[in-house]
């Protein structure tokens, strides 16, 4: 089974809670919204604990680094029409999405083309307030804002 992890980052603010969503870089979601954006995730390695994973995927995914002494909050795991498991934590964390430098990929694009192109792994990053998050975010992952309202008490 294909494993993830990741952090949902969110501020709260005059009692109004925000989460960061990244939106997926690359051809195939240039045009795709709704739906499409994720929490900053990515895949965990061979014999990696989980919790390292999200935050190394997270700190990768935005190009930044996360300060010590934040506070986490385990929101538990989803598994995804693909089959895949997904495991986040929560942190009250508030980074300028202006200094957001993704990491990359390579592929194949065209298809069967021979030409080799790189991708940020996201293409941008945005705050939303959860009712509006509960619109960008891909369906399997909408319990972890279940749980973020939950936890928070909103």
């Known amino acids: 089974m294909v494993v993830s992890a990741g952090?949902?980052?969110y501020r709260v603010a005059d009692g109004n809670c925000k989460v960061l969503l990244v939106h997926p870089g690359g051809p195939f979601f240039r045009h795709k919204d709704n739906g499409?954006?994720?929490?900053p995730k990515g895949?965990?390695?061979?014999?990696e604990d989980?919790?390292?994973?999200?935050?190394?995927?997270c700190?990768?995914?935005?190009?930044?680094?996360?300060?010590?002494?934040l506070q986490y909050v385990d929101l538990g795991s989803v598994r995804q029409k693909s089959g895949k498991r997904v495991h986040a934590w929560a942190a009250e964390r508030a980074p300028d999405i202006s200094q957001i430098r993704s990491n990359t990929f390579r592929m194949e694009y065209p298809p069967r083309s021979g030409k080799w192109i790189d991708f940020p792994e996201i293409d941008r990053a945005e705050?939303?307030?959860i009712p509006v998050a509960r619109e960008k975010i891909l369906t399997a992952q909408l319990p972890f804002l279940d749980r973020l309202e939950e936890i928070l008490k909103l």
Request: hydrophobic share 55%.
């Open 7 to 9: 952090l949902l980052l």
């Open 36 to 39: 499409a954006w994720s929490l």
């Open 43 to 47: 895949l965990v390695e061979d014999g």
């Open 50 to 57: 989980i919790f390292t994973a999200a935050k190394r995927e």
């Open 59 to 69: 700190e990768e995914e935005l190009g930044i680094a996360l300060p010590p002494g």
């Open 127 to 129: 705050w939303y307030a």
